[in-house]
């Protein structure tokens, strides 16, 4: 399975971006897909999850704020993320589960104050 992502960039306190990643390869059973991040200094996070059914789950501290979606017959991912804060910094990975996990090669997003 590889993983593509895109869609960071550079925003300002308060504004919204949009992430991305599509799956290719052996990538037709995702069990779940979802959005890690690692900030400079701190170990990697999870943000939000998707699993097969749809069922979600987020960080309390993006909850409200970031919404996870999924085009399964697409195998794409997307994670809108709205009232974006410096605390958000991060570069943001994708993450897919089938028989094993794994990652993308990580996108930057940076939220000035």
């Known amino acids: 399975v590889q993983l593509v992502e895109s869609g960071g960039g550079l925003v300002q306190t308060g504004g919204s971006l949009r992430l991305s990643c599509t799956a290719s390869?052996?990538?037709?059973?995702?069990?779940?897909m979802g959005w890690f991040r690692q900030a400079p200094g701190k170990q990697r996070e999870l943000v939000a999850i998707i699993d097969s059914g749809g069922r979600t789950n987020y960080a309390g501290s993006v909850k409200g704020r970031f919404t996870i979606s999924r085009d399964t017959g697409k195998n794409t991912m997307h994670l809108q993320m709205d009232a974006l804060q410096p605390g958000d910094t991060a570069v943001y990975y994708c993450?897919?589960?089938?028989?094993?996990?794994?990652w993308g090669q990580g996108t930057q997003v940076t939220v000035s104050s």
């Open positions: 390869g052996s990538a037709s059973n995702l069990i779940a």
């Open positions: 993450y897919a589960l089938e028989n094993g996990p794994y």
